[in-house]
Structure formats: structure tokens, C-alpha cells
Nanobody, 122 residues
Framework: QVQLEESGGGLVQPGGSLRLSCKAS????????MGWYRQAPGKERELVAS???????IYANTVKGRFTISRDNAKNTVYLQMNSLKPEDTAIYYC????????????????WGQGTQVTVSS
């Protein structure tokens, strides 16, 4: 099993910055992708950014140029640097990790963190 510990959320003014961290522990082998999703009240959960073990990244169009995802494989930790924050970035941010299954390596099991609140308001 994989456990995900998130930190770094909080209240910030528009234009400000926050850095989210998520450390994976437990059976961390074969975690190929880690990322961040967010969900605002009344909205669907959406992908913010993801990164593979090899460093390939994907960003939502709404955060391109403002957010940067990074990963320290040795520490099993993923980060999300959020700059130029906007009120519409307000949401609960969830860390995720996708682990390849031994029996079917082309499939994955998805793990989730508990979520951390990010509020952008003046």
C-alpha cells in the first residue's frame, strides 16, 4: 500500500505563491506517475499537473506558465510550485500516485492524499 502525505496549502492573496509537497511512503516501488488534482465546490475534480518517473510533465491549460511540477524520485516526493495565483485556483488539492501492478504492469492502481486546501483571496 502507498500512503501520501500532503503539505503546503493555505491562504494567499492573488498574485502570491504557494508550494505544495507530497511524499509517498509504504510500498513505493513501481510508482510511475505522480500528480496533483484539484476540486472546487460544485466543480468536477480536474488534473492540474502530472509527472512521470522519467520527468515528463503534463499541465492543465489553465495553469501553464504559472505552476511547475517537480519530483524527487530518491525521496518519493512530488512538488507543485504555484505562482501568480488567482481566485479561481481556490480548491482542495489532492496528490495522487499511480503504481503499476505486478501482474499487469500496463495497468495502475491510483492512490490519493487527504487533500490540502488552497484559498486565493484578498
Amino acid at each position: 500500500q502507498v500512503q501520501l502525505e500532503e503539505s503546503g496549502g493555505g491562504l494567499v492573496q492573488p498574485g502570491g505563491s504557494l508550494r505544495l509537497s507530497c511524499k509517498a511512503s509504504g510500498s513505493v516501488f513501481s510508482i510511475h506517475t505522480m500528480g496533483w488534482y484539484r476540486q472546487a465546490p460544485g466543480k468536477e475534480r480536474e488534473l492540474v499537473a502530472s509527472i512521470t518517473s522519467g520527468g515528463s510533465t503534463i499541465y492543465a491549460n489553465t495553469v501553464k506558465g504559472r505552476f511547475t511540477i517537480s519530483r524527487d524520485n530518491a525521496k518519493n516526493t512530488v512538488y507543485l510550485q504555484m505562482n501568480s495565483l488567482k481566485p479561481e485556483d481556490t480548491a482542495i488539492y489532492y496528490c495522487n500516485a499511480d503504481q503499476s501492478l505486478i501482474a499487469t504492469p500496463w495497468t495502475s492502481r491510483r492512490y490519493w492524499g487527504q487533500g490540502t486546501q488552497v484559498t486565493v483571496s484578498s
